[in-house]
């Protein structure tokens, strides 16, 4: 597989971001939605904030209160052995026989603009910031489909009742309506299909059995985009592979002649993230035609290997020009880059089943 990073790679970095509070830091910028409007390309960057603390001996953990519509900081001791610090983005807790988490940042959704793909402009205030009681925790990885003239913006919503996907919407990137959670707790990497097939909307989604099962890939059916049902296992993990500890959609599903082209993320046992592609009947997209033996992207690069989370690489979007595709990534849970890979190349590798 030919790919070709940007020179001007890692596109978007933490310290492009002005941090939106004064007692904030930017620690990634990164896993971004992307859309075309008005000659633009516009990254939706997940921008993730921690406070910044001056005990080197605590850690502080925002959380969204939906009473005030502020920030509460909670301020946790690292020597407090009722609490596990291992993983540097979340603080686990035993209450009452029960584990609880906090996370030791804040993300949100912040828009930037480019004229060329490459050189991008952030805007300094937050475009969708958390706002209910589903989203205390931030909100996540968000992905867009445009469906006429307007755009479908879903994101997962993180609180102490889960992760869950909820949507908005948008006509012009000013505006936004919320339309509530649109597939609870525990669901995550949700992409609608950029149009209607045989007179249904389709939707990836990945929950998260907790007893039986594993995080694999879903569909499902709505008439509304609001409320899905009819939902099918698609894919799973593959033994021995590189996709045998998690996988998750990617980027928007690509109309090709030979079917719906979903590129999606898989990550190892061992939480390497690669990108991979599934090959979906046009008229069913139930129905897997074709898959990645191997990754199409994976983790070289030193900007895609070090990082606040290392070794991966982690698309919610691209775009199509003739035979390139201009995939948009985040890298190790930190940055934004992006690499351009040859449509057909990507169909001639898939193994067909």
């Given amino acids: ?16 971001v002005k941090p939106h509070r004064d007692d904030f830091e930017v620690i990634g910028a990164f896993n971004a939605g992307i859309a075309k409007y008005n000659g633009e390309v516009i990254m939706l960057l997940r921008v993730a904030e921690r406070p910044i603390s001056d005990d080197p ?3 502080k953990a925002p959380v969204y209160n939906v009473e005030t519509g502020e920030l509460e900081i909670h301020s946790l001791d690292l020597d407090d052995e009722r609490y ?9 807790e035993k209450k009452n026989g ?9 993300s949100y959704i912040r828009l930037a603009r480019s004229k060329d793909g490459r050189n991008f402009t952030i805007e300094d205030d937050p475009f969708i910031y958390p706002s209910n009681e589903l989203e205390t925790f931030g909100i996540e990885d968000p992905r867009v489909t445009q469906i006429g003239d307007t755009y479908y913006i879903y994101y997962s919503a993180v609180s102490p009742a889960g992760v869950g996907e909820s949507l908005v919407s948008t006509k012009d990137f000013v505006e936004v309506e919320h339309h509530g959670m649109i597939f609870c707790p525990e669901n995550k990497d949700v992409l609608i299909f950029p149009e209607k097939i045989n ?31 009819n939902h099918k296992h698609l894919i799973g993990l593959r033994d021995g592979m590189w996709d045998n500890g998690r996988i998750g959609g990617g980027a928007v599903p690509i109309k090709t002649e030979k079917g719906w082209l979903e590129l999606y993320h898989g990550a190892s046992k061992e939480d390497r993230y690669c990108m991979g592609a599934v090959l979906l009947d046009l008229e069913n997209p139930a129905k897997v035609i074709a898959r990645s033996e ?3 992207l994976e ?25 390139v595709v201009m995939m948009y990534y985040g890298v190790a ?5 992006c690499a351009e890979l040859s449509l057909q190349e990507i169909l001639d590798s898939l193994t067909y089943l």
């Fill in 1 to 16: 597989m030919n790919v070709y990073r940007y020179e001007e790679n890692p596109l978007v970095t933490p310290s492009d």
């Fill in 57 to 59: 001996n605590m850690v």
């Fill in 84 to 92: 596990n610090f291992s993983d540097p983005r979340v603080i686990c």
């Fill in 98 to 106: 029960k584990s609880f988490s906090y996370l030791t940042s804040i």
């Fill in 199 to 229: 007179g249904l909307y389709y939707a990836l989604h990945r929950p998260v059995p907790k007893s039986t099962g594993a995080p694999e890939i879903w569909v499902a059916e709505s008439t509304n985009l609001l409320h899905w049902g």
């Fill in 294 to 296: 191997t990754p199409i």
């Fill in 299 to 323: 983790p070289e690069a030193d900007y895609e290997v070090d990082g606040f989370f290392g070794n991966v690489v982690f698309s919610c979007g691209v775009l199509v020009e003739d035979d």
């Fill in 333 to 337: 849970d930190t940055s934004m880059a």
